[in-house]
Antibody, heavy 122, light 107 residues
Framework: EVQLVESGGGLVQPGGSLRLSCAASGFTFSTYWMSWVRQAPGKGLEWVANIKQDGSEKKYVDSVKGRFTISRDNAKNSLFLQMNSLRADDTAVYYC???????????????WGQGTLVTVSS | DIQMTQSPSSLSASVGDRVTITCRAGHYISNYLNWYQQQPGRAPKLLIYAASSLQSGVPSRFSGSGSGTDFTLTISGLQPEDFATYYCQQSYIPPLTFGGGTKVEIK
């Protein structure tokens, strides 16, 4: 069974840093793109970042560029999100997700982890 | 960025009803459109990928259609466990974007 388990969330002051982790199991982690998606309290879903299988390609939503860094350790089946210069509007549940795709290019998030809550507040 | 517009933002329906949710993309996205269901306090779950392909294990009462800019999610025969929020998402061009969600409530 494919499983994704996030950790590392918590309360942090504005301007602070936090590192999220996602432990993957049940599939060959090194052969899939992976993503982070977030959801602010009571709001919709927002894609945050993607990373290619070997880590050579990374993409970010504009609002986190220069502040967040996505990375992975294929030997440890783990995905990470380093979040610096955190702001109140970064407060959200952060989900990691495996990216499935067709050979024709269509791709989607499946499955999702249970999420970890990040609260940015003084 | 490609804006995704869902309608309605909420609806009330009864068990057994046929429910239709629409999603419009602000740019041509072929069939690079996915649908997710999110129940309160839970992570989103994939229902439909590539506009019309049913994810394994998802009941056949869920179906998706559309291409280009206009898409539809249909639930044929609403069940109690279907009361949730539904999101569309485009994967045509980064940044990957979601619709604002449609909350399906019990009438």
């Amino acid at each position: 069974e494919v499983q994704l388990v996030e950790s590392g969330g918590g309360l942090v002051q504005p301007g602070g840093s936090l590192r999220l982790s996602c432990a993957a199991s049940g599939f060959t982690f090194s052969t899939y793109w992976m993503s982070w998606v977030r959801q602010a309290p009571g709001k919709g879903l927002e894609w945050v970042a993607n990373i290619k299988q070997d880590g050579s390609e990374k993409k970010y939503v504009d609002s986190v560029k220069g502040r967040f860094t996505i990375s992975r350790d294929n030997a440890k089946n783990s995905l990470f999100l380093q979040m610096n210069s955190l702001r109140a509007d970064d407060t959200a549940v952060y989900y990691c997700a495996k990216v499935d795709h067709l050979w024709t290019g269509q791709n989607w998030f499946n499955p999702w982890g249970q999420g970890t809550l990040v609260t940015v507040s003084s | 960025d490609i804006q995704m517009t869902q309608s309605p933002s909420s609806l009330s329906a009864s068990v057994g009803d046929r429910v239709t949710i629409t999603c419009r993309a602000g740019h041509y996205i072929s069939n690079y459109l996915n649908w997710y269901q999110q129940q309160p306090g839970r992570a989103p779950k994939l229902l439909i990928y590539a506009a019309s392909s049913l994810q394994s294990g998802v009941p056949s009462r869920f179906s998706g259609s559309g291409s280009g800019t206009d898409f539809t999610l249909t639930i044929s025969g609403l069940q109690p466990e279907d009361f949730a929020t539904y999101y569309c998402q485009q994967s045509y061009i980064p940044p990957l974007t979601f619709g604002g969600g449609t909350k399906v409530e019990i009438k």
